[in-house]
């Protein structure tokens, strides 16, 4: 690998290796916000594709010494009510947005305000963070890659953190929280031992790292590029390069309003994170920093492979001119001679002799040779 960029992906990533990625064109498309034109503030439309035929509602629900998992039929909302006040953490979780009434009877009975509601649903909703008096809203891009076919998605989650509850919105299931899950099940690490505020930072801290992820894939394709570059520039290293500087833009969209999210919620200070989780979230807000640091490198990275790229075409070009002019310069005194005895004036003694023409041929041979040697000793080639 190069070593113009490993150093710095060394620095700003960490080290992951993910299965190659078919490509990561096509991941954002804009949604068609005109559904919701004309409507009230706080209407419920659901913006987005529609990624699952029906949506689940999942709880995790533990405390150090107790655990509960399940899933809860539509038929059966009303049960969510029992984790609004409870003692122990509570995560739930629904995956699939485009039912609107059920957004909206969650949302009535969390007391989630209709304009958060609405974000929730319009899934090209931009990485945003609001404090209200009793919980949290964050809502951000999930960045995700589909073993089976090494495709990279993307999708909104929206999340809710109040001190009794976690409540989290996704366009469709499957996630990167399955490491989080294990945790908890398991008892590793803390997440049994700590309060709803932590399961709020362990799911954000898993998305960042994601991006950190995906951003050190992307940056082993780059580093090819370079060595490919070295030895020959074609159309399709061209095509590469433009291609990684559009999906660099793509993820940038997702990435850098994650660093601010972090920054407010921070400065927020808000009561519902613990005092002793603030040191985690300036931790992710350094991890958030560096993957937007990466996407900067890279960009640079990118425009020198361009610079690269055109000057070695401009240096190959060169190469074929001099070679061309070089030819020229010895044929030019050639074509002299050969266009002065092509004039068959009458009187031009040399088309009467004898060894005229044989002479000729030597003389254009001798000054052949001696334009050779001149250009040869000026070191012009």
Known sequence: MANSISKTIQNTTKKIRPPRLNSFIGVFNSKNRSVNKGLAPGSLVFIGNRKMNKPKVRIIDYTNEHFDEKELTLDEIDKLDDYKNSNTVSWINVDGLHETELIGKIGEMFDIHPLLQEDILNTDQRAKFEDFENYLFVTLKMLSINRDNNHLSNEQISIVIHKNFVLTFQEKEGDVFDAVRERIRLKRGKLRNVGNDYLAYALLDTIVDNYIYLLDHLGEHI??????????????????????????????????????????????????????????????????????????????????????YHTGLSTHLNEIMKVLTIFSAIFIPLTFIAGVYGMNFEHMPELHYKWGYPGVLTLMGIVGFAMFCFLKWRKWF
């Open 223 to 308: 580093e090819d590029l370079e060595i490919q570059l070295l030895k020959k520039q074609t159309q399709l290293l061209l095509n590469k390069i433009n291609t990684y500087k559009q999906e660099l833009h793509f993820i940038s969209k997702a990435v850098r309003p994650v660093r601010e999210l972090i920054k407010e919620i921070i400065r927020s200070e808000s009561p519902i994170f613990h005092k002793k989780t603030y040191p985690y979230l300036k931790d992710l807000l350094d991890i958030a920093t560096q993957a937007t640091e990466t996407i900067e490198t890279f960009r640079e990275v990118l425009s020198d492979y361009l610079n690269i």
